[in-house]
């Protein structure tokens, strides 16, 4: 079946920090990537929709200067959190979706904790 | 707009016991319906989906049935077994009206005790 990786899968660093999370789709084209972030207890938030080629749709309250995305080919989409802070501290999780089929298939998750 | 809604946990059950999650949703156009799983430390799982009325989603002893006139999808298994243990996301996407975006409800998580 259809195989997301995401890496890396936990990330501890200091606050001012930038960190990259890569996404990539393993044995599928993915036109379409998304950025999740779920705070612990809670359900997943959609932050932004990657497109390849194209830049970034944000969700209403998601800065993009401090979450960069980045999808420059069918099968890779980064998100750089730029300047981490504590409260950026979360689990984020990507998907992709295969052209024109559902549903997406999700990464196992990024826990990123910024001290 | 698009929502979930989901029975609040947690949920514990013993092993063996029957499973019932509800989760009804509100939806402007037709939504593809999904139940993904999420283990403890990890990203999601789809368990399964129905695409339109009537259709019967299972996978691993887990059903889930479309039905568009209650606008439900509740997840059952006949008999949960401690490695059910997880946190149950219902989900919908609508091509039409929300561009391929995944709708999640607020999760359930369940405990099975031996």
């Known amino acids: 079946g259809a195989v997301v990786s995401q890496h890396p899968s936990r990330v501890i660093c200091k606050s001012g920090t930038s960190v990259k999370i890569e996404c990539r789709s393993l044995d599928f084209q993915a036109t379409t990537m998304f950025w999740y972030r779920q705070f612990p207890k809670q359900s997943l938030m959609l932050m932004a929709t990657?497109?390849?080629?194209?830049?970034?749709?944000?969700e209403q309250g998601v800065e993009k200067d401090k979450f960069l995305i980045n999808h420059a080919s069918l099968t890779l989409s980064t998100l750089t959190v730029t300047s981490a802070h504590p409260e950026d501290s979360s689990f984020y999780i990507c998907s992709a979706r295969d052209r024109g089929r559902q549903p997406q298939h999700f990464g196992d998750g990024t826990r990123l904790s910024i001290l | 707009g698009n929502s979930v809604t989901q029975m609040e946990g947690p949920v514990t059950l013993s092993e063996e016991a029957f499973l019932t999650i509800n989760c009804t949703y509100t939806?402007?156009?037709?939504?593809?319906l999904f139940w993904y799983v999420q283990y403890p430390g990890e990203g999601l799982q789809l368990l399964l989906k129905?695409?339109?009325?009537?259709d019967k989603g299972s996978n691993k002893g887990f059903e889930a049935t479309y039905r568009k006139e209650t606008t439900s999808f509740h997840l059952e298994k006949g008999s949960v077994q401690v490695s059910d243990s997880a946190v149950y996301f219902c989900?919908?996407?609508?091509?039409?009206?929300?561009?391929?975006?995944?709708?999640f409800g607020p999760g359930t998580s369940l405990s099975v005790i031996p």
């Open positions: 129905a695409t339109k009325a009537d």
């Open positions: 989900a919908l996407s609508d091509l039409k009206t929300s561009y391929d975006k995944v709708i």
């Open positions: 990657s497109n390849e080629g194209s830049k970034a749709t944000y």
């Open positions: 939806a402007t156009g037709y939504p593809s």
